[in-house]
C-alpha cells in the first residue's frame, strides 16, 4: 500500500522530477507534486510524495528528513489527513462590519 510523505522546505526551483529523482534513492516513487500557487504559479515550498510501500517511505523519511536539497533543508514526514476546514469568506460581496459604508449617523454639518 502506497504511503504519502509531506515534503517541506523545498526550494521555489526544486520541480516535480526533482523531487521524484531524489526520493526514488529510497524506493518505488508513485507520485511527486509541488504545490503551486492557484494565483501565481509559483510553488509554494513544499509538496507530497507518495511512495510504495510503508518500509520505502520510512526510508525516504531516514535518509531525506533535515537532507539539502537545491540549497534548502528539507522536512520529510507522514502525511497527514486533511482536516475540514469552515468555509472562506467571500470579502468581495461587501457585508461583514468593520465600520465600512453607512456613515454611521454622522454629517458633515454636526463637525
Sequence with gaps: M?????????????????????????????????????????????????????????????????KELDGRTLTVNEARPMADRPPRRDFNRGGGGRGFGGGGGRRRDNW
Excluded: C, H, P, W
Design 2 to 66: 502506497a504511503k504519502k510523505l509531506y515534503v517541506g522546505g523545498l526550494s521555489y526551483s526544486t520541480t516535480e522530477d526533482t523531487l521524484k529523482e531524489t526520493f526514488s534513492q529510497a524506493g518505488t516513487v508513485e507520485t511527486a507534486t509541488v504545490i503551486n500557487d492557484k494565483l501565481s504559479g509559483r510553488s509554494k515550498g513544499f509538496g507530497f510524495v507518495e511512495m510504495s510501500t510503508d518500509e520505502e517511505a520510512q526510508k525516504a523519511i531516514d535518509m531525506l528528513n533535515g
